[in-house]
Nanobody
Framework: QVELVESGGGLVQPGGSLRLSCAASGRIFSNYGMGWYRQAPGKQRERVATITSGGSTTYADSVKGRFTISRDNAKNTVYLQMNSLKPEDTAVYYC????????WGPGTQVTVSS
């Protein structure tokens, strides 16, 4: 089964930037769509962004214009560039395959605070 490991989270001030990475193994990465999700305490997990095997992207309205999802098939890695961060972006961020959801990994914590 595919294994996904998220990294790149941390503490950042409002207006700052972070780049998250998700390294995948266990499948031919280029054949699958990928997505980023997040969950804040007391909230449902929500989809943040997706990218198909062909490179088409979607974004939640709350992050449009601020976040960019991309992929490097040679490295089996998907990225989430997060700019203009807001306190409302504070959550644990996870990656997964939107059309073949597997087990959730540990995620990476993003905290946006002054």
């Amino acid at each position: 089964q595919v294994e996904l490991v998220e990294s790149g989270g941390g503490l950042v001030q409002p207006g700052g930037s972070l780049r998250l990475s998700c390294a995948a193994s266990g499948r031919i990465f280029s054949n699958y769509g990928m997505g980023w999700y997040r969950q804040a305490p007391g909230k449902q997990r929500e989809r943040v962004a997706t990218i198909t095997s062909g490179g088409s992207t979607t974004y939640a309205d709350s992050v449009k214009g601020r976040f960019t999802i991309s992929r490097d098939n040679a490295k089996n890695t998907v990225y989430l560039q997060m700019n203009s961060l807001k306190p409302e972006d504070t959550a644990v961020y996870y990656c997964n395959m939107p059309w073949d959801i597997g087990s959730w990994g540990p995620g990476t914590q993003v905290t946006v605070s002054s």
